[in-house]
Protein backbone atom coordinates (compact mmCIF):
# COMPACT_ATOMS: atom_id res chain seq x y z
CA UNK A 1 0.00 0.00 0.00
CA UNK A 2 1.20 3.44 -0.25
CA UNK A 3 2.41 5.92 2.32
CA UNK A 4 -0.13 8.55 2.72
CA UNK A 5 0.66 11.85 2.06
CA UNK A 6 -1.53 14.31 2.63
CA UNK A 7 -0.59 17.23 0.33
CA UNK A 8 0.06 15.47 -2.54
CA UNK A 9 -2.68 13.87 -2.55
CA UNK A 10 -4.83 16.80 -1.65
CA UNK A 11 -3.35 18.63 -4.88
CA UNK A 12 -3.91 15.92 -7.24
CA UNK A 13 -7.76 15.71 -5.98
CA UNK A 14 -7.53 19.09 -6.58
CA UNK A 15 -6.23 18.98 -10.30
CA UNK A 16 -8.10 15.46 -11.56
CA UNK A 17 -11.48 17.38 -10.14
CA UNK A 18 -10.83 20.79 -12.45
CA UNK A 19 -9.33 18.58 -15.04
CA UNK A 20 -12.55 16.28 -15.27
CA UNK A 21 -15.03 19.05 -15.02
CA UNK A 22 -13.14 20.83 -17.75
CA UNK A 23 -13.08 18.10 -19.93
CA UNK A 24 -16.74 16.99 -19.29
CA UNK A 25 -18.06 20.50 -20.26
CA UNK A 26 -15.39 20.75 -23.82
CA UNK A 27 -16.55 17.34 -24.68
CA UNK A 28 -20.08 18.65 -24.77
CA UNK A 29 -19.23 21.08 -27.49
CA UNK A 30 -17.30 18.08 -28.73
CA UNK A 31 -20.24 15.90 -28.88
CA UNK A 32 -22.41 18.60 -30.50
CA UNK A 33 -19.70 19.04 -33.46
CA UNK A 34 -19.39 15.79 -33.82
CA UNK A 35 -23.36 15.05 -34.14
CA UNK A 36 -23.01 18.22 -36.96
CA UNK A 37 -20.56 16.38 -39.10
CA UNK A 38 -22.35 13.32 -39.15
CA UNK A 39 -25.41 15.02 -39.98
CA UNK A 40 -23.84 17.11 -42.50
CA UNK A 41 -24.34 20.43 -40.84
CA UNK A 42 -21.89 23.10 -38.96
CA UNK A 43 -22.46 23.03 -35.34
CA UNK A 44 -21.64 25.73 -33.08
CA UNK A 45 -20.15 28.25 -34.19
CA UNK A 46 -21.34 31.78 -32.64
CA UNK A 47 -19.18 31.75 -29.13
CA UNK A 48 -15.62 32.49 -29.82
CA UNK A 49 -13.67 31.01 -32.62
CA UNK A 50 -15.35 28.06 -34.28
CA UNK A 51 -17.59 28.04 -31.35
CA UNK A 52 -14.56 26.92 -28.90
CA UNK A 53 -16.52 29.59 -25.96
CA UNK A 54 -19.72 27.57 -26.28
CA UNK A 55 -19.18 25.35 -23.05
CA UNK A 56 -18.21 28.51 -21.01
CA UNK A 57 -21.77 30.05 -22.50
CA UNK A 58 -23.41 27.07 -21.32
CA UNK A 59 -21.73 26.72 -17.76
CA UNK A 60 -22.64 30.25 -17.23
CA UNK A 61 -26.25 29.97 -18.56
CA UNK A 62 -26.61 26.94 -16.31
CA UNK A 63 -25.08 29.18 -13.50
CA UNK A 64 -27.13 31.96 -13.48
CA UNK A 65 -30.30 30.11 -14.57
CA UNK A 66 -33.42 30.36 -11.67
CA UNK A 67 -33.16 27.04 -9.30
CA UNK A 68 -36.51 26.13 -9.59
CA UNK A 69 -37.34 23.63 -7.31
CA UNK A 70 -41.54 22.15 -7.92
CA UNK A 71 -43.61 22.46 -4.88
CA UNK A 72 -44.93 18.51 -5.44
CA UNK A 73 -41.94 16.87 -5.36
CA UNK A 74 -39.56 15.57 -2.43
CA UNK A 75 -37.09 18.31 -1.25
CA UNK A 76 -34.93 16.44 0.42
CA UNK A 77 -34.18 13.31 -2.22
CA UNK A 78 -34.67 16.25 -4.91
CA UNK A 79 -31.67 17.82 -4.10
CA UNK A 80 -29.58 14.46 -3.02
CA UNK A 81 -30.17 12.97 -6.25
CA UNK A 82 -28.06 14.79 -8.69
CA UNK A 83 -25.09 14.95 -5.61
CA UNK A 84 -25.27 11.10 -5.31
CA UNK A 85 -24.55 11.63 -9.29
CA UNK A 86 -21.41 13.43 -9.85
CA UNK A 87 -20.52 12.12 -6.72
CA UNK A 88 -20.33 8.73 -7.20
CA UNK A 89 -19.13 9.44 -10.33
CA UNK A 90 -15.83 11.52 -9.06
CA UNK A 91 -15.19 8.75 -6.92
CA UNK A 92 -14.93 5.85 -9.05
CA UNK A 93 -12.51 8.26 -10.70
CA UNK A 94 -9.95 7.86 -7.19
CA UNK A 95 -8.20 4.80 -8.36
CA UNK A 96 -7.77 5.13 -11.85
CA UNK A 97 -4.38 5.68 -13.27
CA UNK A 98 -4.58 8.32 -15.68
CA UNK A 99 -0.66 8.17 -16.52
CA UNK A 100 2.56 7.00 -15.76
CA UNK A 101 2.41 4.53 -13.28
CA UNK A 102 4.54 1.52 -11.20
CA UNK A 103 3.12 -1.81 -10.36
CA UNK A 104 3.34 -1.53 -6.43
CA UNK A 105 5.99 -4.13 -4.77
CA UNK A 106 4.17 -7.79 -3.70
CA UNK A 107 5.55 -8.45 -0.20
CA UNK A 108 7.51 -11.92 0.26
CA UNK A 109 5.48 -14.54 2.04
CA UNK A 110 6.72 -15.82 5.43
CA UNK A 111 8.13 -19.32 5.75
CA UNK A 112 5.73 -21.87 7.38
CA UNK A 113 6.46 -22.19 11.17
CA UNK A 114 8.43 -25.56 12.33
CA UNK A 115 6.00 -28.07 14.37
CA UNK A 116 7.00 -29.12 17.97
CA UNK A 117 8.92 -32.43 16.73
CA UNK A 118 10.69 -31.34 14.10
CA UNK A 119 13.52 -33.26 12.72
CA UNK A 120 17.22 -31.73 12.51
CA UNK A 121 16.85 -31.74 8.33
CA UNK A 122 13.72 -29.95 8.83
CA UNK A 123 15.09 -27.22 10.94
CA UNK A 124 18.32 -26.64 8.50
CA UNK A 125 15.54 -25.84 6.12
CA UNK A 126 13.58 -23.88 8.00
CA UNK A 127 16.56 -21.69 9.06
CA UNK A 128 17.24 -21.63 4.73
CA UNK A 129 13.61 -20.22 4.12
CA UNK A 130 13.64 -18.01 6.87
CA UNK A 131 17.30 -16.18 5.75
CA UNK A 132 15.77 -16.09 2.27
CA UNK A 133 12.35 -14.85 3.57
CA UNK A 134 14.59 -11.99 5.33
CA UNK A 135 16.66 -10.98 2.51
CA UNK A 136 13.54 -10.77 0.28
CA UNK A 137 12.19 -8.56 2.57
CA UNK A 138 14.97 -6.02 2.56
CA UNK A 139 14.88 -6.27 -1.37
CA UNK A 140 10.61 -5.27 -0.82
CA UNK A 141 11.50 -2.44 1.57
CA UNK A 142 14.01 -1.01 -0.50
CA UNK A 143 11.63 -1.22 -3.99
CA UNK A 144 8.59 -0.09 -1.49
CA UNK A 145 10.56 3.09 -0.87
CA UNK A 146 11.85 3.49 -4.57
CA UNK A 147 8.15 3.01 -5.64
CA UNK A 148 6.91 5.72 -2.46
CA UNK A 149 9.22 8.27 -3.80
CA UNK A 150 8.05 8.19 -7.46
CA UNK A 151 5.04 10.39 -8.06
CA UNK A 152 1.88 7.83 -9.68
CA UNK A 153 -0.63 9.24 -11.95
CA UNK A 154 -3.62 8.29 -9.57
CA UNK A 155 -5.16 9.80 -6.31
CA UNK A 156 -5.30 6.19 -4.22
CA UNK A 157 -1.97 4.17 -5.67
CA UNK A 158 -1.22 0.61 -4.56
CA UNK A 159 -5.00 -0.52 -3.56
CA UNK A 160 -5.03 -4.01 -4.53
CA UNK A 161 -8.70 -4.17 -5.12
CA UNK A 162 -8.34 -1.55 -7.16
CA UNK A 163 -11.24 -2.61 -9.82
CA UNK A 164 -13.56 -4.41 -7.64
CA UNK A 165 -13.44 -0.77 -5.69
CA UNK A 166 -14.20 1.01 -9.24
CA UNK A 167 -17.10 -1.19 -9.70
CA UNK A 168 -18.57 -1.03 -6.46
CA UNK A 169 -18.89 3.03 -6.65
CA UNK A 170 -19.98 2.92 -9.90
CA UNK A 171 -23.10 0.78 -9.12
CA UNK A 172 -24.14 3.17 -6.55
CA UNK A 173 -24.93 5.90 -9.23
CA UNK A 174 -28.09 4.00 -9.88
CA UNK A 175 -29.62 5.36 -6.44
CA UNK A 176 -29.54 8.92 -7.88
CA UNK A 177 -31.14 8.14 -10.81
CA UNK A 178 -33.72 6.35 -8.56
CA UNK A 179 -34.30 9.09 -6.24
CA UNK A 180 -34.42 11.39 -9.22
CA UNK A 181 -36.88 9.66 -11.14
CA UNK A 182 -39.03 8.92 -6.93
CA UNK A 183 -38.75 12.61 -5.97
CA UNK A 184 -39.98 14.26 -9.14
CA UNK A 185 -42.93 12.88 -8.06
CA UNK A 186 -44.37 12.25 -11.75
CA UNK A 187 -45.06 9.50 -14.26
CA UNK A 188 -42.31 10.05 -16.71
CA UNK A 189 -39.67 10.67 -14.26
CA UNK A 190 -40.66 7.42 -12.05
CA UNK A 191 -40.82 5.07 -15.26
CA UNK A 192 -37.09 6.22 -16.62
CA UNK A 193 -36.18 5.97 -13.05
CA UNK A 194 -37.23 1.96 -13.13
CA UNK A 195 -35.92 1.61 -16.73
CA UNK A 196 -32.72 2.92 -15.59
CA UNK A 197 -32.63 0.61 -12.35
CA UNK A 198 -33.51 -2.30 -14.27
CA UNK A 199 -30.92 -1.58 -16.84
CA UNK A 200 -27.98 -0.76 -14.93
CA UNK A 201 -28.21 -3.94 -12.55
CA UNK A 202 -28.59 -6.45 -15.47
CA UNK A 203 -25.74 -4.56 -17.91
CA UNK A 204 -23.48 -4.63 -14.11
CA UNK A 205 -23.28 -8.29 -14.40
CA UNK A 206 -21.48 -9.06 -17.83
CA UNK A 207 -19.70 -5.80 -17.28
CA UNK A 208 -18.20 -7.45 -13.78
CA UNK A 209 -17.78 -10.90 -15.22
CA UNK A 210 -15.91 -9.63 -18.59
CA UNK A 211 -12.99 -8.59 -16.80
CA UNK A 212 -12.54 -11.87 -14.75
CA UNK A 213 -10.65 -13.25 -17.79
CA UNK A 214 -8.33 -9.98 -17.63
CA UNK A 215 -7.44 -10.61 -14.06
CA UNK A 216 -7.05 -13.91 -14.18
CA UNK A 217 -4.32 -13.09 -17.23
CA UNK A 218 -2.84 -10.69 -14.76
CA UNK A 219 -3.13 -12.33 -11.33
CA UNK A 220 -4.22 -8.93 -10.11
CA UNK A 221 -7.24 -6.48 -8.83
CA UNK A 222 -4.66 -3.76 -9.00
CA UNK A 223 -4.84 -1.28 -12.07
CA UNK A 224 -1.06 -0.53 -12.25
CA UNK A 225 0.06 -4.29 -11.92
CA UNK A 226 -2.52 -4.93 -15.15
CA UNK A 227 -1.36 -2.24 -16.75
CA UNK A 228 2.45 -3.30 -15.98
CA UNK A 229 1.37 -6.32 -16.97
CA UNK A 230 0.86 -5.65 -20.56
CA UNK A 231 3.71 -3.31 -21.01
CA UNK A 232 6.08 -6.34 -20.70
CA UNK A 233 4.19 -8.56 -22.34
CA UNK A 234 1.10 -8.25 -23.98
CA UNK A 235 -2.09 -6.45 -25.01
CA UNK A 236 -4.79 -8.51 -23.62
CA UNK A 237 -7.65 -7.07 -26.62
CA UNK A 238 -4.89 -9.82 -28.25
CA UNK A 239 -6.62 -12.57 -26.82
CA UNK A 240 -9.61 -11.95 -25.32
CA UNK A 241 -11.08 -9.41 -28.32
CA UNK A 242 -15.00 -11.28 -26.89
CA UNK A 243 -14.85 -9.62 -23.36
CA UNK A 244 -13.74 -6.66 -24.86
CA UNK A 245 -16.58 -6.10 -27.17
CA UNK A 246 -18.83 -7.37 -23.70
CA UNK A 247 -17.13 -5.17 -21.75
CA UNK A 248 -17.68 -1.79 -24.18
CA UNK A 249 -21.51 -3.07 -25.02
CA UNK A 250 -22.25 -3.33 -21.07
CA UNK A 251 -20.31 0.45 -20.84
CA UNK A 252 -22.55 1.73 -23.03
CA UNK A 253 -25.62 0.87 -21.35
CA UNK A 254 -24.06 1.49 -17.58
CA UNK A 255 -23.31 5.59 -19.00
CA UNK A 256 -26.88 5.67 -20.84
CA UNK A 257 -25.75 5.82 -23.97
CA UNK A 258 -27.27 5.54 -27.21
CA UNK A 259 -28.34 2.65 -28.23
CA UNK A 260 -29.07 2.06 -24.45
CA UNK A 261 -30.61 5.27 -23.36
CA UNK A 262 -33.92 3.82 -22.50
CA UNK A 263 -34.35 5.87 -19.03
CA UNK A 264 -34.09 9.26 -20.53
CA UNK A 265 -35.77 8.00 -23.80
CA UNK A 266 -37.54 12.19 -24.51
CA UNK A 267 -39.65 10.26 -27.42
CA UNK A 268 -41.46 8.03 -24.66
CA UNK A 269 -40.40 9.58 -21.63
CA UNK A 270 -40.35 13.57 -22.16
CA UNK A 271 -36.64 13.37 -19.98
CA UNK A 272 -36.81 10.47 -17.70
CA UNK A 273 -35.85 10.80 -14.72
CA UNK A 274 -34.64 14.26 -14.99
CA UNK A 275 -37.85 15.70 -15.87
CA UNK A 276 -37.96 18.18 -13.33
CA UNK A 277 -35.08 19.45 -13.20
CA UNK A 278 -33.08 22.35 -14.56
CA UNK A 279 -30.24 24.70 -13.69
CA UNK A 280 -27.48 23.43 -12.37
CA UNK A 281 -29.39 20.35 -10.87
CA UNK A 282 -29.78 19.25 -14.42
CA UNK A 283 -26.17 20.06 -14.64
CA UNK A 284 -25.13 17.69 -11.86
CA UNK A 285 -26.67 15.00 -13.91
CA UNK A 286 -24.94 15.79 -16.91
CA UNK A 287 -21.69 16.15 -15.35
CA UNK A 288 -22.25 12.60 -13.66
CA UNK A 289 -23.27 10.77 -16.85
CA UNK A 290 -19.97 12.13 -18.97
CA UNK A 291 -17.73 11.50 -15.97
CA UNK A 292 -18.80 8.09 -15.87
CA UNK A 293 -18.19 7.83 -19.43
CA UNK A 294 -14.28 9.31 -19.43
CA UNK A 295 -14.04 6.87 -16.34
CA UNK A 296 -15.00 3.81 -18.27
CA UNK A 297 -12.95 5.04 -21.35
CA UNK A 298 -10.12 5.00 -18.71
CA UNK A 299 -10.91 1.14 -17.75
CA UNK A 300 -11.20 0.09 -21.42
CA UNK A 301 -7.55 1.22 -21.96
CA UNK A 302 -6.47 0.30 -18.96
CA UNK A 303 -7.70 -3.40 -19.12
CA UNK A 304 -7.78 -4.51 -22.87
CA UNK A 305 -5.32 -1.80 -24.48
CA UNK A 306 -2.15 -1.16 -22.41
CA UNK A 307 -2.50 1.78 -20.18
CA UNK A 308 -0.01 4.27 -21.30
CA UNK A 309 2.15 1.36 -23.13
CA UNK A 310 2.59 1.96 -26.71
CA UNK A 311 5.34 0.01 -28.75
CA UNK A 312 8.49 1.85 -29.61
CA UNK A 313 6.97 5.07 -28.35
CA UNK A 314 6.17 4.66 -24.60
CA UNK A 315 7.80 1.64 -22.85
CA UNK A 316 8.78 1.00 -19.17
CA UNK A 317 11.54 3.22 -19.70
CA UNK A 318 9.82 6.18 -21.23
CA UNK A 319 9.27 9.62 -19.19
CA UNK A 320 6.26 10.42 -17.90
CA UNK A 321 5.17 12.47 -20.60
CA UNK A 322 5.17 10.56 -22.79
CA UNK A 323 2.78 8.26 -21.20
CA UNK A 324 0.87 10.84 -20.52
CA UNK A 325 -0.18 12.13 -23.83
CA UNK A 326 -0.13 8.27 -25.37
CA UNK A 327 -2.53 7.92 -22.76
CA UNK A 328 -4.89 10.70 -23.31
CA UNK A 329 -5.00 10.21 -26.66
CA UNK A 330 -6.20 6.71 -26.14
CA UNK A 331 -8.81 7.76 -23.61
CA UNK A 332 -9.93 10.05 -26.34
CA UNK A 333 -10.49 7.73 -28.79
CA UNK A 334 -12.72 5.93 -27.26
CA UNK A 335 -14.76 8.92 -26.28
CA UNK A 336 -14.95 9.68 -29.93
CA UNK A 337 -16.34 6.19 -30.12
CA UNK A 338 -19.09 6.76 -27.81
CA UNK A 339 -20.41 9.83 -29.50
CA UNK A 340 -20.09 8.21 -32.77
CA UNK A 341 -22.13 4.95 -31.78
CA UNK A 342 -24.39 7.57 -30.27
CA UNK A 343 -25.63 9.26 -33.59
CA UNK A 344 -25.07 6.04 -35.59
CA UNK A 345 -27.59 3.53 -34.67
CA UNK A 346 -31.06 3.75 -33.21
CA UNK A 347 -32.43 3.13 -29.98
CA UNK A 348 -33.62 -0.07 -28.91
CA UNK A 349 -36.66 -1.46 -27.22
CA UNK A 350 -36.44 -2.31 -23.85
CA UNK A 351 -37.61 -5.60 -24.38
CA UNK A 352 -34.49 -6.08 -26.55
CA UNK A 353 -31.98 -4.12 -24.64
CA UNK A 354 -32.70 -6.45 -21.73
CA UNK A 355 -32.55 -9.34 -24.10
CA UNK A 356 -29.40 -8.88 -25.27
CA UNK A 357 -27.85 -8.39 -21.69
CA UNK A 358 -29.66 -11.84 -20.10
CA UNK A 359 -29.49 -13.74 -23.08
CA UNK A 360 -26.61 -13.10 -25.36
CA UNK A 361 -24.21 -11.02 -23.13
CA UNK A 362 -24.23 -13.12 -19.97
CA UNK A 363 -23.99 -16.48 -21.22
CA UNK A 364 -21.15 -15.33 -23.49
CA UNK A 365 -18.77 -13.46 -20.71
CA UNK A 366 -19.84 -16.81 -18.47
CA UNK A 367 -18.29 -18.82 -21.57
CA UNK A 368 -15.59 -16.81 -21.58
CA UNK A 369 -14.56 -16.88 -18.10
CA UNK A 370 -14.51 -20.85 -18.40
CA UNK A 371 -12.60 -20.74 -21.16
CA UNK A 372 -9.64 -18.18 -19.30
CA UNK A 373 -10.56 -20.05 -16.49
CA UNK A 374 -9.44 -23.61 -18.58
CA UNK A 375 -6.42 -21.95 -20.34
CA UNK A 376 -4.65 -20.44 -16.48
CA UNK A 377 -5.31 -23.82 -15.13
CA UNK A 378 -3.85 -25.86 -17.24
CA UNK A 379 -1.38 -23.98 -17.85
CA UNK A 380 -1.61 -23.30 -21.46
CA UNK A 381 -0.65 -20.65 -23.90
CA UNK A 382 -3.35 -17.73 -23.49
CA UNK A 383 -3.25 -17.30 -27.15
CA UNK A 384 -5.78 -19.98 -27.01
CA UNK A 385 -8.12 -17.78 -25.76
CA UNK A 386 -8.04 -15.79 -29.22
CA UNK A 387 -9.86 -18.94 -31.49
CA UNK A 388 -12.05 -19.68 -28.22
CA UNK A 389 -13.46 -15.87 -28.59
CA UNK A 390 -13.94 -16.40 -32.20
CA UNK A 391 -15.81 -19.66 -31.95
CA UNK A 392 -18.23 -18.18 -29.69
CA UNK A 393 -18.64 -15.35 -30.91
CA UNK A 394 -19.95 -17.13 -34.57
CA UNK A 395 -21.63 -19.53 -32.27
CA UNK A 396 -23.95 -16.84 -31.21
CA UNK A 397 -24.37 -15.35 -34.27
CA UNK A 398 -25.90 -18.48 -35.86
CA UNK A 399 -27.96 -19.25 -32.88
CA UNK A 400 -29.20 -15.87 -32.93
CA UNK A 401 -29.43 -16.38 -36.54
CA UNK A 402 -30.98 -19.89 -36.39
CA UNK A 403 -34.11 -18.52 -33.63
CA UNK A 404 -34.31 -15.95 -35.95
CA UNK A 405 -35.91 -11.86 -35.23
CA UNK A 406 -38.15 -11.07 -32.04
CA UNK A 407 -41.91 -10.77 -32.67
CA UNK A 408 -43.00 -7.32 -33.54
CA UNK A 409 -44.39 -5.62 -31.14
CA UNK A 410 -47.20 -2.83 -31.89
CA UNK A 411 -46.23 0.84 -31.19
CA UNK A 412 -48.18 1.75 -27.69
CA UNK A 413 -48.55 -2.78 -26.96
CA UNK A 414 -52.09 -2.20 -28.68
CA UNK A 415 -53.50 -2.44 -32.05
CA UNK A 416 -53.13 -0.09 -34.77
CA UNK A 417 -55.59 3.15 -34.17
CA UNK A 418 -57.83 3.35 -36.86
CA UNK A 419 -60.05 7.06 -37.38
CA UNK A 420 -63.94 6.92 -36.65
CA UNK A 421 -65.61 6.92 -40.20
CA UNK A 422 -67.53 10.64 -39.74
Known amino acids: MHEFDLLPTLLTIAGVVAVLLGTCAFLIYVERKVAAYVQDRIGPNRVGPFGLLQPLADGLKFLFKEEVIPRHVDRFLYLLAPAIAIGTSLLAFTVVPFGATDPPPVPPQPPVALGVKATP ?244 ALANLVCAMVVRQMGWSPWLLLPASVVLLIGAGLGAARVGPPAQVPVGGAAKFEAPVR
Open 121 to 364: REEKRHADALETYQQRLREFKDRQAAYRGTYQFVIAPGLDIGIVFVFAVSSLAVYGIILGGWAGNDKYSFLGALRSSAQIVSYEIPLGLSILGVVLLASSLNLERIIHAQATGFWYILCQPLAFLIFMTSSFAECNRLPFDLPEAEQELVGGYHTEYSAMKFAMFFLGEYTHMITTSFLMVILFFGGWHFPFLAETESGWLVKLIVFAVKMAVFILVYMLVRWTLPRFRFDQLMGLAWKVLIPL
